[in-house]
């Protein structure tokens, strides 16, 4: 399993390291001139702490973004997935929520909507778990949600030599639910509320 971000604090209302980004948060907010910044594992936060903090930073992570100013619905990604007919030719992708950028977009012959709603969380959750980071997942599916937390698809697609493709895709995911202890937080997108999910396709 990826090794999980950590988060240097370097000046700040107890500088140290941290494991998230709350932890991080707690410290930093309401600190002026707060210097902090996340690490992908615990070595690069640990040297980060030991050296002169401005020197590493410039070096170091991409990711300059004020943790204060990311409420959890933008310190999030976005999967969604859209069908042309059920069954038929479905495509998906994940959207980084602050960014807007497509971190991940593909199109399948011959699948169903519940399908690769399902497949794309738990993409999403192997995605998040391989770079160590620990945003939150957003899906506006709550059966996706729902057979993901119980790690079974539960489609009615009858399997068949020309589809079983899918089937191997389905097992492979419902395989790495059952062989990884994930902490990502799974989030419904009510899209009464707060519009379309910014991964949707607009094919309503």
């Not at 995605?127 to 489609?155: M, N």
Request: overall charge positive.
């Amino acid at each position: 399993m990826a090794e999980k971000k950590r988060y240097t604090v370097r000046e700040g209302k107890k500088p140290g390291i941290y494991n998230n980004r709350w932890a991080c948060k707690s410290v930093v907010d309401g600190f002026p001139g707060a210097k902090y910044k996340s690490f992908l594992s615990l070595d690069e936060a640990e040297e980060a702490f030991r050296k002169n903090y401005s020197d590493y930073y410039q070096v170091k992570t991409k990711e300059p973004r004020d943790l204060k100013s990311l409420p959890i619905q933008h310190y999030s990604i976005a999967v969604d997935a859209a069908c042309s007919g059920n069954p038929g030719v479905l495509e998906y992708q994940w959207v980084d929520i602050a960014s807007g950028e497509v971190l991940f977009k593909q199109q399948f012959p011959m699948w169903t909507n519940n399908i690769w709603e399902f497949l794309a969380i738990v993409h999403g959750l192997a995605y998040l778990d391989k770079i160590g980071s620990d945003k939150a997942l957003y899906s506006d599916s709550k059966h996706a949600i729902s057979r993901v937390e119980q790690k079974k698809c539960k489609t009615k697609l009858p399997e068949t030599p020309e589809i079983a493709d899918i089937f191997h895709h389905i097992q492979r995911a419902e395989d790495w639910l059952h062989t990884h202890r994930y902490t990502t937080q799974i989030l419904k997108r009510h899209t009464k509320d707060r519009w379309e999910i910014p991964a949707d396709f607009g094919r309503k």
